[in-house]
């Protein structure tokens, strides 16, 4: 942050950079920004099987161009921070939403694989701008007793998105078209360039910055988890360590990354110093981060993946219940969060945000075939404490820790764990999920055999129904075995979700003792104001 001056009005109006002429349009691009990013990934994640209909793409298709539209994210993200030190937040806001909406209009347009691989590509590139962006405008241009409450809606967006992003595909779908997954951007983008516009002063290129800039440091870290993420993402369908391609990117991208730390340790003027994050309560905070990212997947991923996987329900059916049981709560949880950071310790709110998710972990490994979406609502709502308290407050506690004159290093590091550690936890546990319903599988078919008494009936019975029903005795009977091995599949499935969910309460529990050894953030204007 050395690149800019603080400037002061009245008490409480301080800034770490220039002030804004309109903080509301401000405050307002940093809300419209954050949702862009958690919409956009989310609708994209939920609506791939229909889109992979809509372009005519293979399932392995499909899942390339899920990993193409994300790994742009990921190399860009860390490095916007410094971009937007250098060239002013306007610069680094404005063309970029504009050139998104355009990108966003075409998609829909294209049917050939290398076109929409292109697209995918530009458009996860633009949108991993826009997260590091607005948070450079919390800092940089908005009072600083703005700050805890446009961090919180920096937080609040991820925990909303998810949710209502079933809810929102599954309108589209309904009621308009999928085309409407990447049309809703040609709307709200440009606003967010308009609101950058009115919100944010003009800013000179920072040539000092420019003459002594880091590229190689930004090209490594970001090429390094770029690939990792590509690893991480094809591991699970390429079988890991089996294939060939991903061993490479694994290889890969920590060389890369091993590179990066060695060249921040020897060029004059790194980009992302290490300094940034020696700090105990700092490193402390990052493996809270990590912790909440594997005990936040029973909401993010373990529920609406029970619903569809097990139950096999489509998202127009689940968006309700999911939307008000997680995603309107918060509207209630996040000023509450906001009022206990103000008034006390951050870590005060970090330990309810995990006790709320060890008790809704623990509500998930008593789940049955039987539950229904809203069966979900008393664990939605702990869930929904959980999210609004957990990475609101740890976000309030890493900036609280950091030194604000290495604010683009931290903000780096930030992106990179919050991105890189949310994709491993994902393909963790999506592998988890595979290997656990095998196993259980297999275990359940040891108690399943052929010439069991109970068997027979069982399949007598089934048979017995469907002859009913007009089926001849042969095809009766091939449709009764049909019929209990998909409920073996069913029971196996359920069994791997409550190991799964079973995993989420170690992650919570592990967040909770790792705040309980955090030291106090020293006094600022993220401190509690008693």
Known sequence: MSAVTATTTRAGDETQGVRCPRPAYAAAAVLLGSFLVGFDTRLFSIGLPDLRGAFGLSFDEGAWLSTIATAPQIFIAPAVAWLAATFGVRRVLLWPSLVYAGVSLAIPEARDWETLVVLHALRGFLLGVFIPATIMIIFRNLPMRWWVPALAIYAFRLAFSQNAGVLIVGFYEQYFSWQWVYWQDVLIAPVIGLLVVLGTPRERVDVKLL???????????????????????????????QSGLVTTLLVAGVVLHVAFFVNERLVAAPWASHKAILSRNIIGAFLVVLAFDVASLSNSLLVPGFLSNVIGLRPEQTGWSLFLGTAAPLLVVMPVAVWMIRRYDARLTLLVGFLAFAVAGLMGTTVTHEWAPWTFLPMALLQSVGQGFTFFAVVVYILANADLKLATAMAAYIQVLRLGGAETAVSLMTTLLRQREQLHSYLIGLNVPAPSV????????????????????????????????????????????????????????????????????????????S
């Open 211 to 241: 003459e002594s800039a880091d590229w190689g440091g930004m090209l490594l870290l970001g090429t390094s988890w770029a690939l990792i993420y590509v690893a991480l993402d094809q591991g699970n369908r390429l079988d890991w360590l």
């Open 454 to 529: 109970a068997v027979g009936r069982a399949l007598e019975s089934l048979a017995a129904s469907f002859a009913a029903a007009g089926s001849s005795h042969g095809l009766a009977g091939q449709r009764g075995v049909s019929v209990l091995a998909q409920m073996v599949a069913r029971e196996a499935n359920v069994l791997a979700y409550i190991d799964a969910f079973q995993v989420t309460v170690w992650g919570a529990l592990a967040g909770i003792l790792i705040v309980a050894l955090l030291g106090r953030a020293p006094a600022g204007p993220l401190s509690p104001r």
